[in-house]
């Protein structure tokens, strides 16, 4: 089992070292006061498994659906598309807690406290935010915390795992003057070092949960009459939507905020807070969670930025939408940072991902990032990696070194023509690249998922191409504030023809008309 596991890892350390440091690793603490969490007396060991919770997610407004198909993939489970656009909600039960911070498509995530549908307001602001402050004092906040307990404890230790292969080999030398370091402190960062290592694994691999589960019902069991020394520090975010709502966001934070305040003797802090409390209410319903995420998961494979760097949860919903199959060749053609085919490479391993770009700072930048993601692979296996499925190169997007029907998949952002190019250049640059695309794209199964924000330029340049491109889906995104669309198309079966001097300018000349 995972203590088998455990002590196989850190080959000096002996079993009660071992239960030593399991019990400071998960100490989920979940024993009660006045407002927390009340254990019951039935099979604690089980409890874990028997705790089922509903999760939240915000996710890349208009790819709620491709969401929910990972959830009901990877987890098994149903979901349901809020109303409110950008989120998704689903069941699950603790033990599944690491699997749903590898979701691919989720940005934030959020333990839900509870849903009140139908939620009458009253009429004056005054009895709206006095209604809050009860509210805050009725809601079964037992569940929520027990799980964001145990998801916190997991995020720590994770966290602290990121530096530990790197420092292993010099665990044994001495502490700086010459003298060897007690050995009690060796075996203990060892064990340390093995059981953060088993959370790493946790996360990542889900095979392990049933053992984690284990211990953590063993501190649900022991920890019922301890008493929590700890005063939380929380903030109350509020999120509002709808026209007819006489307070504002921050009202209903500050009434609501101070109500459960009051009630778990929290202290308030806006900035280095341990709970973050969201009161999200649309129209007339009312949401109330607890975040399980510090910041956007999306901010998991790029370490060099550039100036219009794609998130990674958007970039996967785009390349999910091309549904890419074993040995297909997916190509982003402007890479920028190398976003899209980066965490194609790390979905889609058994895919060939190329990245290009005609500017060598960008490829410069995505090579690197091509390099740290590869770094942290090798890190996380403690062992010399055969690479990853990618490679970038410089190019002309109107002029791609590829061979006609070579590529099975493109997926790309294209300039928006705001901070990257210009509206004016589009109307050369697009069809251009559509007519590029349709040569090295493979006829009748070959598909291209395009974002842009310059619709009409875009849909000008399409209409001309029938014969090479199907529009087959439009999803329409929100980029920064920027009302965007990723259009789906798919390759005839037409085979390419290299067009005379005369069709490529009257192609071109059609498009400057157009902007005219």
């Not at 009690?184 to 691999?205: G, H, M, P, Q």
């Not at 995505?366 to 990853?388: D, V």
Request: proline share 4%.
């Amino acid at each position: 089992m995972l203590r088998d596991y455990i002590k196989d890892l850190g080959g000096t350390a002996n079993m009660s070292d071992v239960q030593e440091a399991s019990n400071h690793l998960l100490q989920v603490n979940l024993h009660e006061n006045q407002m927390s969490v009340q254990v019951t007396e039935s099979d604690p060991r089980s409890e874990s498994e028997h705790l089922r919770v509903t999760i939240g997610a915000t996710v890349p407004t208009g790819f709620e659906q491709t969401a929910a198909d990972e959830v009901r993939e990877k987890l098994r489970s149903p979901c349901k598309i809020s109303k409110d656009r950008g989120k998704i909600y689903f069941d699950i039960s603790v033990e599944s807690l690491a699997q749903v911070h590898c979701l691919r498509s989720v940005d934030n995530l959020f333990v839900v406290v509870q849903e009140l549908k139908g939620y009458q307001f009253k009429e004056t602001k005054e009895e709206v935010l006095k209604d809050l402050e009860e509210l805050a004092g009725k809601l079964p906040w037992s569940d929520p915390l027990k799980v964001w307990k145990i998801n916190t404890s997991f995020k720590k230790k994770k966290t602290k795992r990121k530096k530990i292969n790197q420092n292993s080999s010099k665990e044994k030398i001495d502490n700086g003057h010459g003298d060897k370091r007690d050995e009690r402190d060796v075996k203990k960062e060892v064990t340390n070092n093995a059981l953060d290592s088993c959370i790493l694994d946790y996360y990542e691999n889900p095979a392990i949960k049933e053992g984690i589960s284990t211990l953590v019902g063993d501190e649900l069991a022991s920890c019922k009459d301890e008493t929590d020394p700890e005063v939380l520090k929380f903030r109350v975010t509020c999120n509002r939507a709808g026209e007819k709502h006489c307070f504002s966001s921050n009202e209903a934070a500050r009434d609501f905020g101070g109500a459960v305040q009051d009630y778990f003797k929290w202290k308030a802090d806006m900035t280095n807070f341990d709970v973050e409390v969201l009161l999200n209410i649309h129209d007339n319903e009312i949401i109330v969670g607890i975040a399980l995420t510090e910041e956007s998961l999306h901010r998991r494979n790029i370490t060099h930025f550039g100036p219009t760097t794609l998130r990674s949860t958007l970039a996967y919903g785009m390349l999910r939408l091309c549904a890419p199959q074993p040995t297909d060749i997916i190509v982003d053609p402007m890479c920028g940072t190398g976003a899209i085919p980066i965490e194609g490479a790390t979905e889609w391993s058994n895919c060939f991902h190329v990245a290009g770009d005609n500017n060598p700072l960008a490829v410069n930048r995505a090579a690197n990032n091509i390099s740290s993601l590869l770094t942290k692979s090798q890190i996380k296996e403690g062992k010399p990696s055969w690479g990853l499925p990618i490679d970038a190169i410089q190019w002309d997007i109107c002029n791609l070194p590829l061979r006609t029907g070579s590529v099975d998949i493109i997926v790309t952002d294209m300039p928006f023509g705001k901070r990257m190019g210009s509206k004016k250049r589009n109307w050369n640059l697009y069809p251009a690249c559509l007519w590029e695309m349709s040569r090295v794209c493979r006829p009748g199964t070959g598909r291209a998922a395009l974002l842009t924000q310059d619709k009409k330029c875009f849909t000008k340049a399409l209409s001309g191409m029938g014969h090479v491109w199907q529009k087959v889906h439009t999803v329409w995104v929100n980029i920064g504030g920027l009302h965007a669309a990723v259009y789906l198309l798919k390759r005839t079966l037409q085979a390419f023809v290299h067009p005379s001097e005369q069709d490529k300018e009257e192609l071109l000349g059609n498009a400057k008309n157009e902007d005219d």
